[in-house]
């Protein structure tokens, strides 16, 4: 039975572990009646740090000019789509920041050399583009587009994703675009981000029914230095609605993701990993998600890519990354996900 606003409040609120044990079960149970034992992996790209945006959270906001800039060449995008292939997963998630030189023929092209190549299923999550990019681009064959709406608050969305000059932000719009055009659609938020209300939360998790995701992506929010949202202190001295960013809360949004969209496909991100590198992964496996995203990225730009400090695993390469999490879904129990592993709902709405 899928959870009310208030089971979904006092989900959050709860902090018996005895309790806690109740909601990671029966996330569980969802997750093996919906989507099965398989864990899907998704070899992930972050082919350009380059971003023309301001947001209060993100460390590869243009104002921080310490972070040496790289974009990738389409050559060097299809090598590591190569290694996706050598190592048996069937999707490769194409990542950058908001880069005003990724222009949609240059995308397009690189989308239809992955196609022309390989059987891997392409996802994108480059930010807002227009509609007609987003088309050309499925048209190009790719398949899938991952953008968090970060929070379902639209005053502090506002606040630490400010538009850009004569466009106002709206991600709700574009996830309503993204399905119209046929992709596979995802979505998530940041947990803890300073300002936000145990409301807010709920809400959050009410609008990933609404929109009937089929990827949910949630993580702590992490504070990083160089950006306005930085230097906050967080849970502590916060006040009493504020949500914290812990690993726990993490979990709690995972598992009440679960059960709120039981056939979607829900990663245990690289987020929960920095909080947890010993465990994190494997908990929000067996607390709701279905995927792990080993990272692709060559090693001398990976580091670059800083979203948020001590980014979990920045210093492995791609073959380091994928034994470590074939070994870490084999030692809980389950399967590596064979073949592309495409959404169940995208397919029953058909
Ligand atoms: N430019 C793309 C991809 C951004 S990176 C876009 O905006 O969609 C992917 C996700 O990383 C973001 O959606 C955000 O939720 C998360 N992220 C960014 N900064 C973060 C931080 N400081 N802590 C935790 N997650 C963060």
Redesign the pocket.
């Known amino acids: 039975m899928k959870p009310t606003r208030s089971d979904i409040l006092n989900w959050l609120r709860e902090d018996d572990p005895r309790q806690l044990e109740v909601l990671w079960r029966l996330a569980d149970e969802v997750r093996q009646l919906h989507v099965g034992d398989e864990v899907h992996l998704r070899g992930l790209i972050e082919f350009s740090n380059r ?1 023309m945006r301001s947001c209060a ?2 460390g590869l906001r243009l104002p921080n000019a310490d972070l040496v800039r790289y974009r990738m060449t389409a050559d060097e995008v299809l090598a590591c789509a190569r290694e996706a292939v050598r190592f048996g997963y069937g999707t490769v998630v194409l ?4 880069d005003g030189c990724t222009t949609v023929e240059w995308m397009a092209d690189l989308i239809g050399r992955i196609k022309v190549e390989t059987r891997l299923a392409v996802t994108l ?3 807002e583009r227009s509609e007609a990019d987003l088309r050309a681009w499925r048209v190009a064959g790719a398949d899938r587009y991952l ?2 709406f ?1 929070t379902s608050n639209p005053t502090l969305f506002a606040k630490i994703h400010p538009s850009l000059p004569g466009m106002k932000s709206d991600r709700i719009a574009i996830l309503r675009v993204l399905r119209e055009l046929g992709y596979e659609v995802g979505s998530g938020v ?1 947990i803890g981000i300073p300002g936000q209300t145990w409301a807010d939360l709920v809400r959050d998790i009410e609008l990933f029914a609404e929109l009937d995701l089929d990827m949910i992506g949630v ?6 230095p160089a950006t306005p949202l930085g230097g906050r202190a967080l849970s502590a001295g916060a006040g009493l609605e504020q949500v914290p960013n812990t690993e726990l809360m993490t979990y709690k949004v995972v598992a009440l993701a679960r059960l709120v969209c039981p056939e979607a496909n829900i990663p245990s991100t690289t ?1 929960l990993a920095t909080l947890n590198l010993a465990q994190g992964r494997e908990l929000g496996l067996q607390r709701g998600a279905n995927v792990v995203m080993p990272n692709l990225t060559p090693p001398q730009y990976r580091e670059r890519y800083e ?2 400090p001590a980014k979990a695993c920045v210093r492995e390469s791609a073959s380091d990354c994928h034994g470590c999490m074939r070994q870490r879904i084999e030692t809980i129990g389950r399967a590596v996900g064979v073949g592309r592993g495409d959404s169940r709902n995208y397919h029953l709405r058909g």
Not at 95 to 98: A, L, M, P, V
Not at 219 to 224: A, K, N, Q, R
């Open positions: 971003c959270y993100c990542q950058s920041g908001e999550s480059l930010g953008l968090r970060e940041m993580g702590p929010f992490i504070p990083h987020a979203i948020y």
